[in-house]
Nanobody, 114 residues
């Protein structure tokens, strides 16, 4: 069983910042595409950002310029720095690893108050 361990969610005010972290097993982190998804109440899960093993990034239009995904290969950890947060960013955020298989973290709640 592959475990993706997330941390960093919480409550923040409009315009604030949070950083999410996700630690993955080395054999997964080294080659898989790592990403963050989110799911708001009553909505489908959506891709927020992803980063390949080579560092190529991809962002949802709604977060471009506000969120930054990065990876620390020494720590087998992927980060999501979220700035200028809005109430519509409120969701459960899930870490994701995908290549030949797909793995999910348990999710971490982000709540942005107006």
């Amino acid at each position: 069983q592959v475990q993706l361990v997330e941390s960093g969610g919480g409550l923040v005010q409009f315009g604030g910042s949070l950083r999410l972290s996700c630690a993955a097993p080395k054999n997964i982190f080294r080659i898989y595409v790592m990403g963050w998804y989110r799911q708001a109440p009553g909505k489908q899960r959506e891709l927020v950002a992803s980063i390949t093993s080579g560092g190529t990034t991809n962002y949802a239009d709604s977060v471009k310029g506000r969120f930054t995904i990065s990876r620390d290969n020494a720590k087998n950890t992927v980060y999501l720095q979220m700035n200028s947060l809005k109430p519509e960013d409120t969701a459960v955020y899930y870490c994701n690893a995908r290549l030949t298989m797909t793995f999910w973290g348990q999710g971490t709640q982000v709540f942005v108050s107006s």
